[in-house]
């Protein structure tokens, strides 16, 4: 079926190191898959992060980037250097047609804490 | 830009009773909506897809008679869960989308609790 996979539960970082979020992914009805993160900060609604349509491609956005690998499947999160307001839940997130619906599959998000 | 309002923004409801949230598009037209549910300790499990014009389409383990959805113009979808019991505490996500751009809008939730 179609799914995301990511690093589950919490992660904890020290400010100004660097952070991988790992994000894999599974589409076996979607032609076209497109991937994106979101975030979720305390208190407030999904946000998206960075989004990559096209396999190979990277995004960015607020010092983090992801790459749309399709060899591997992947769509990892890294920042070089984290601050602590990037404390936050980050969901990785697969879309794409089938049958003609636009649907739209969240992984089980990963919480965030950046101590300073 | 694209906003999407959710309300009421957090709800307690007697268990064996019905609840009622909506889901208000600002700024696009919603063409499709998509509804979801985050229960404790889980990811956002997609209810179901309602789309302007076609019927709409309910993942496995959701049903119409359990989570009847209003979708009735290009701005406003309702959803609600009916004989509500414990396992159907958690918050609820609504997510909107324009026929031409594959984005989804969401906004900040319904969380549901059932006491």
């Known amino acids: 079926g179609d799914s995301v996979t990511q690093t589950e539960g919490q992660v904890t970082v020290s400010e100004s190191k660097s952070l991988i979020i790992n994000c894999t992914y599974s589409?076996?009805?979607?032609?076209?898959?497109?991937l994106f993160w979101y975030v979720r900060y305390p208190g407030e609604g999904l946000q998206l992060l960075l989004k990559v349509i096209t396999a190979g491609q990277k995004g960015s956005s607020r010092g983090f980037e992801a790459t749309y690998n399709k060899e591997t499947t992947s769509f990892h999160l890294q920042k070089a250097s984290v601050q602590e307001s990037d404390s936050a839940v980050y969901y990785c997130?697969?879309?794409?047609?089938?049958?003609?619906?636009?649907?739209?599959?969240f992984g089980k998000g990963t919480s965030l804490t950046v101590i300073p | 830009g694209a906003l999407v309002y959710q309300y009421p923004r957090r709800t307690i409801c007697k268990s064996g009773t019905s609840m009622r949230m909506e889901c208000q598009a600002v700024g696009f037209q919603a063409t499709s909506v998509a509804w979801y549910r985050q229960s404790p300790q889980k990811t956002f499990e997609l209810i179901a897809l309602?789309?302007?014009?076609?019927?709409?389409?309910?993942e496995q383990n959701f049903t119409q008679e359990k989570f009847p959805i209003s979708h009735p113009n290009l701005s406003f979808s309702s959803m609600t869960v009916l004989n509500a019991y414990l396992e159907d505490r958690g918050l609820y996500l609504c997510?909107?989308?324009?026929?031409?751009?594959?984005?989804?809008?969401f906004g900040s939730g319904t969380r549901l609790l059932v006491i």
């Open positions: 997130a697969l879309s794409g047609s089938n049958t003609g619906y636009q649907n739209f599959y």
């Open positions: 309602s789309t302007v014009n076609s019927a709409i389409k309910y």
């Open positions: 589409a076996t009805s979607i032609a076209y898959p497109n």
């Open positions: 997510g909107a989308r324009d026929r031409g751009n594959s984005d989804y809008t």
